[in-house]
């Protein structure tokens, strides 16, 4: 079970941290992915990690303002979002991958999703 918290409205160039608890029957070692989907759009890949913290990935959109990082001690994931901007407003979804690295931008690889976080910029 995965369930993401953090998201807020802020303004334009605000930073927030989504965080991702995950619990009950994953197994031992799982990557853990973040999506984001905006109203009338698909849910698109923001980025990923191994469960060693080693493999990061991010799309072009984030690359350079957020940061994924994870605290096993804790089944914590998180997603440090920097210089927000309004086209970053959306529902952000944590999500487990059937595999990984394989295909990790692609929201069909993933087979266990908690439930979205809203993440509102103003411009």
């Known amino acids: 079970q995965l369930q993401a918290s953090g998201g807020g409205l802020v303004q334009t160039g605000d930073s927030l941290r989504l965080s991702c608890a995950a619990s009950?029957?994953?197994?031992?070692?799982?990557?853990v992915g973040w999506f984001r989907q905006a109203p009338g759009k698909e849910r698109t890949f923001v980025a990923a990690i191994s469960y060693s913290g080693l493999s990061t990935f991010y799309s072009d959109p984030v690359k350079g303002r957020a940061t994924i990082s994870r605290d096993n001690t804790k089944n914590m994931i998180y997603l440090q979002m920097n210089s927000l901007k309004p086209e970053d407003t959306a529902a952000y979804y944590c999500a487990v991958p059937k595999t990984f690295p394989h295909n990790v931008r692609s929201p069909r690889e993933y087979d266990y999703w908690g439930q979205g976080t809203q993440v509102t910029v103003s411009s």
């Open positions: 009950g029957s994953l197994s031992s070692n799982y990557a």
